[in-house]
Nanobody
Framework: QVLLVESGGGLVQAGGSLRLSCSAS????????MGWFRQAPGKDREFVAR????????MVRDSVKGRFTIGRDGAKNTVYLQMNSLKPEDTASYYC???????????????RGQGTQVTVSS
């Protein structure tokens, strides 16, 4: 059974930092793309970042460039999302997902976790 389990969400003041982690298990993800998505109440789900399982080719959306970093901890089989200089508009439920394609399209991700809530107060 494939499991993606997120952790690290919480409540933080604007300007603060959080580090989200996604623990992946149940199959080998070599050659897969790991992504982070978010969805705020009343808004569409949006792509945040993706990286290859090898740790190569990281990519983040324009609105978080310079603030968010995606990476992979090979020893722990996890993917992380380091979020700095957080803004109230970053408030959302964040989830990780896995795709066979190098893509930012949510519908092409075969597996996803339950999500973790990030709330940024002003």
């Amino acid at each position: 059974q494939v499991l993606l389990v997120e952790s690290g969400g919480g409540l933080v003041q604007a300007g603060g930092s959080l580090r989200l982690s996604c623990s992946a298990s149940g199959r080998t993800f070599s050659g897969w793309t790991m992504g982070w998505f978010r969805q705020a109440p009343g808004k569409d789900r949006e792509f945040v970042a993706r990286i290859e399982w090898s740790g190569s080719d990281p990519m983040v959306r324009d609105s978080v460039k310079g603030r968010f970093t995606i990476g992979r901890d090979g020893a722990k089989n996890t993917v992380y999302l380091q979020m700095n200089s957080l803004k109230p508009e970053d408030t959302a439920s964040y989830y990780c997902a896995a795709s066979r394609d190098r893509t930012i399209v949510a519908g092409k991700y075969a597996y996803r976790g339950q999500g973790t809530q990030v709330t940024v107060s002003s």
